[in-house]
């Protein structure tokens, strides 16, 4: 299995750059009073994060790293399951602009600790 890890791991990291782009946008369009899902906006994100999921789940058989066993794998999903919250927040149930810009870029300050976290395989990344 060991083959597959160079194409997953280019693959998880272009998911990776791709997946914030469109979350931006959707706030974009929040943000301007419009509707964040419309046309393609709709299923592109939805499709991109799906496959980094899976590209995630896959590197981690390959590496035989496992959530709740490897600390930084740990660190890494948690952090996820507060960007998705916060990213749910910044899209949909903010009221205010201020609030839904706020809340966007505290949600890119846990995608880099994801970032930083991935790149050091620490989860106190600097330490």
């Known amino acids: 299995m060991i083959e597959f890890y160079v194409p997953l791991h280019y693959t998880?990291?272009?998911?990776?750059?791709?997946?914030?782009?469109?979350?931006?946008?959707r706030v974009a369009r929040a943000v301007a009073g419009e509707n964040p899902a419309q046309g393609w906006l709709r299923y592109v994100p939805h499709t991109v994060d799906a496959l980094l999921f899976a590209a995630g789940v896959a590197l981690a058989m390959v590496l035989r790293q496992y959530p709740f066993v490897s600390p930084w794998l740990t660190a890494k999903l948690l952090a996820l399951f507060l960007y998705i919250v916060l990213g749910h927040v910044a899209v949909r149930r903010a009221r205010s602009r201020s609030?839904?810009?706020?809340?966007?870029?505290?949600?890119?300050?846990?995608?880099?600790?994801?970032?930083?976290?991935a790149i050091t395989k620490n989860p106190l990344p600097g330490t």
């Open 12 to 25: 998880h990291i272009a998911l990776a750059i791709l997946s914030p782009v469109f979350f931006s946008l």
């Open 99 to 117: 609030a839904k810009i706020t809340t966007w870029l505290v949600s890119l300050a846990v995608l880099f600790y994801i970032y930083a976290v």
